[in-house]
Nanobody
Framework: QVELIQSGGRKVQSGDSLTLSCATS????????VAWFRQTPGKDREFVCS???????DYIDSVKGRYTTSRDDDRDTVWLQIYNLEPTDTAVYFC??????????????WGQGTQVTVSS
């Protein structure tokens, strides 16, 4: 198993940019895909994007052009950069390790979540 430790969430203003980090502890990232999900109160956790061990990425349409995920396996860290933040980006963001997929069931290792709050 791989333990995921998240950081970077904070309160920001509309138009700001933000970088979330997801670092592994213990086991290396290796062949894991890492996905980012987000969740708002009363709603299911929503897939946002993922990056596979070979660098392939997958983004939902609504975040293309504003969200970028990247990884550095030497540092066992994955990042999610969000540009031009909007109030609708407000959510708790989770990273998760597993198989490259949009399905939440394919990810079995989860970070603790980090809150992003965007004010207008």
């Amino acid at each position: 198993q791989v333990e995921l430790i998240q950081s970077g969430g904070r309160k920001v203003q509309s138009g700001d940019s933000l970088t979330l980090s997801c670092a592994t502890s213990g086991r290396k990232l290796g062949s894991y895909a890492v996905a980012w999900f987000r969740q708002t109160p009363g709603k299911d956790r929503e897939f946002v994007c993922s990056i596979n061990y070979d660098g392939r990425t997958d983004y939902i349409d609504s975040v293309k052009g504003r969200y970028t995920t990247s990884r550095d396996d030497d540092r066992d860290t994955v990042w999610l950069q969000i540009y031009n933040l909007e109030p609708t980006d407000t959510a708790v963001y989770f990273c998760a390790a597993g198989r490259f997929s949009r399905w939440i069931e394919e990810y079995d290792q989860w970070g603790q979540g980090t809150q992003v709050t965007v004010s207008s």
